[in-house]
């Protein structure tokens, strides 16, 4: 049974940094063609991705967000961590990761997603 | 703004059929394999579709994906109150290289 959970703050401030982890089990991040995506929606906004790592450390980055985010992971723990650095209000959403099958390009299971709200 | 185009909701009768367009462009659809996801509100995205029209395991045979060109359609068929969510494309895009999904269909069982 594959299982997926994040973890991380519930409130962050301006500026500051947001570090999330996901917490796998099931799969392993060792094998080809694993990965694990974080995406992230908004309240009452359409799903937003932001990036993903491979199983070989490939990583791939939203655009527009690309220079406050980076994704690593720890491979022995089963984890996927997240940081996006100069946190705003617009940022304020549910962030969800999810297990990339890189073969069928697809995200096949989900986290149950944890919120995040940006306030000073 | 989403790359990839829905429309914003759809209804229809219990046990009726309602369909819903995904459209993009030959850096998404066109060159990649489409995936359906339904939201039930307040909880996790849930895969519906995989390689444009095939189903996980557990997914009944009322929902169907198909593709053409640069464009998908997810069917539903037999429409149940339990299928009131939001659906979503989404599909791996090569010019940003980057996955892009669509805007969202809310599907309401009148």
């Known amino acids: 049974q594959i299982t997926l959970k994040e973890s991380g703050p519930t409130l962050v401030n301006p500026t500051q940094t947001l570090t999330l982890t996901c917490t796998f089990s099931?799969?392993?991040?060792?094998?080809?063609?694993?990965?694990v995506g974080w995406i992230r929606q908004p309240p009452g906004k359409a799903l937003e991705w932001l990036a993903l790592i491979y199983w070989d450390d490939d990583k791939r980055y939203r655009p527009s967000l690309k220079s406050r985010l980076t994704i690593t992971k720890d491979t022995p723990k089963n984890q996927v961590v997240l940081t996006m650095t100069n946190m705003d209000p617009v940022d304020t959403a549910t962030y969800f990761c999810?297990?990339?099958?890189?073969?069928?390009?697809?995200?096949?299971?989900w986290g149950p997603g944890t919120p995040v709200t940006v306030s000073s | 703004q989403s790359v990839l185009t829905q429309p914003p909701s759809v209804s229809a009768a219990p046990g009726q059929k309602v369909t819903i367009s995904c459209s993009g462009s030959?850096?998404?659809?066109?060159?990649?394999?489409v995936s359906w996801y339904q939201q039930v509100p307040g909880a996790a995205p849930k895969l519906l579709i995989y390689e444009n029209d095939k189903r996980p395991p557990g997914i009944p045979d009322r929902f169907s994906g198909s593709k053409s060109g640069t464009s998908a359609t997810l069917g539903i068929t037999g429409l149940q109150t339990g299928d009131e969510a939001d659906y979503y494309c989404g599909a791996w895009d090569r010019s940003l290289s980057a996955e892009v999904f669509g805007s969202g269909t809310k599907v309401t069982v009148l």
């Open positions: 099931g799969f392993s991040l060792s094998t080809n063609p694993m990965g």
């Open positions: 999810a297990r990339r099958d890189g073969a069928l390009l697809t995200y096949d299971s």
């Open positions: 030959t850096s998404n659809i066109g060159n990649y394999y």
